[in-house]
T-cell receptor
Framework: GENVEQHPSTLSVQEGDSAVIKCTYSDSASNYFPWYKQELGKGPQLIIDIRSNVGEKKDQRIAVTLNKTAKHFSLHITETQPEDSAVYFCAASMTPSGTYKYIFGTGTRLKVLA | ETGVTQTPRHLVMGMTNKKSLKCEQHLGHNAMYWYKQSAKKPLELMFVYNFKEQTENNSVPSRFSPECPNSSHLFLHLHTLQPEDSALYLC???????????????FGPGTRLLVL
C-alpha cells in the first residue's frame, strides 16, 4: 500500500544551525505535500506545503524542496531557534472520493540546543 | 488557533464505559476527519466525512462509531474500548475537493484518551 518514509526520527542541532528532514513517498499519483509541526499538548499545525508542479517553496526560515522523479521531498529550517523544537510530520496527499487523504510519515523530533 | 476545537481534551474511561468525543470546526469546511495518533506510529486515518456523508472507513473496529450531523460537527462515539485504544484522537477539517479549494487539512488540539 501507499506509505511515506521519514528520516531521521530524531535530530538535535545547535541554535543557529540548519536542520533538514527528508521524506520519500511511494504513490506517484500524490500531488500535494504538506509539512506539520506538533508541539507538546497541541495538534499538528501546517507550516509549509508544496504542490507537484513546483520544485521549491520558501517562507522565511523554512523551505521545502520536491523531486517528483525520485519521489523525495525535504524540509529545510535555517537559523534554528529553541522554539523550533517540536515534532515535524510530512505527508503526501491522494485525492480519492472527493476528499483529500493524507499518508503521514512517522515524524521527526527536532531539538534545538541553546 | 486553527479554528478546530475538540472536547474533552483529556478522557479516562474504563473498558465498559460509553463516551463521546466532539469536534467542531469554524472554518466553513465541508470535509472532516478522525485520526488516531499513537506513540512512534504515523497518524492513522480512521474516518472521513464529506458533506456529512462518510466516504472512508479505514477498517476501524466497530467499538468506534462516528457521527456527522452537519458539516461543522463531528463526533466519535466510544464503547467497550480496549487499553490499546489509548491514544491521542485528532480531528481535522478541509474544504471539499469538489469546491476546487485548497486541500490543506487543519487539525484540532486532540483528545488524549486513556482506557483502563
Amino acid at each position: 500500500g501507499e506509505n511515506v518514509e521519514q528520516h531521521p526520527s530524531t535530530l538535535s542541532v545547535q541554535e543557529g544551525d540548519s536542520a533538514v528532514i527528508k521524506c520519500t513517498y511511494s504513490d506517484s499519483a500524490s500531488n500535494y505535500f504538506p509539512w506539520y509541526k506538533q508541539e507538546l499538548g497541541k495538534g499538528p499545525q501546517l507550516i509549509i506545503d508544496i504542490r507537484s508542479n513546483v520544485g521549491e517553496k520558501k517562507d522565511q526560515r523554512i523551505a521545502v524542496t520536491l523531486n517528483k522523479t525520485a519521489k523525495h521531498f525535504s524540509l529545510h529550517i535555517t537559523e534554528t531557534q529553541p522554539e523550533d523544537s517540536a515534532v515535524y510530520f510530512c505527508a503526501a496527499s491522494m485525492t480519492p472520493s472527493g476528499t483529500y487523504k493524507y499518508i503521514f510519515g512517522t515524524g521527526t523530533r527536532l531539538k534545538v540546543l541553546a | 488557533e486553527t479554528g478546530v476545537t475538540q472536547t474533552p481534551r483529556h478522557l479516562v474511561m474504563g473498558m465498559t464505559n460509553k463516551k463521546s468525543l466532539k469536534c467542531e470546526q469554524h472554518l466553513g469546511h465541508n470535509a472532516m476527519y478522525w485520526y488516531k495518533q499513537s506513540a512512534k506510529k504515523p497518524l492513522e486515518l480512521m474516518f472521513v466525512y464529506n458533506f456529512k456523508e462518510q466516504t472512508e472507513n479505514n477498517s476501524v473496529p466497530s467499538r468506534f462509531s462516528p457521527e456527522c450531523p452537519n458539516s461543522s460537527h463531528l463526533f466519535l462515539h466510544l464503547h467497550t474500548l480496549q487499553p490499546e485504544d489509548s491514544a491521542l484522537y485528532l480531528c481535522a477539517s478541509s474544504p471539499s475537493r469538489s469546491s476546487g479549494a485548497e486541500e490543506t487539512q487543519y487539525f484540532g488540539p486532540g483528545t488524549r484518551l486513556l482506557v483502563l
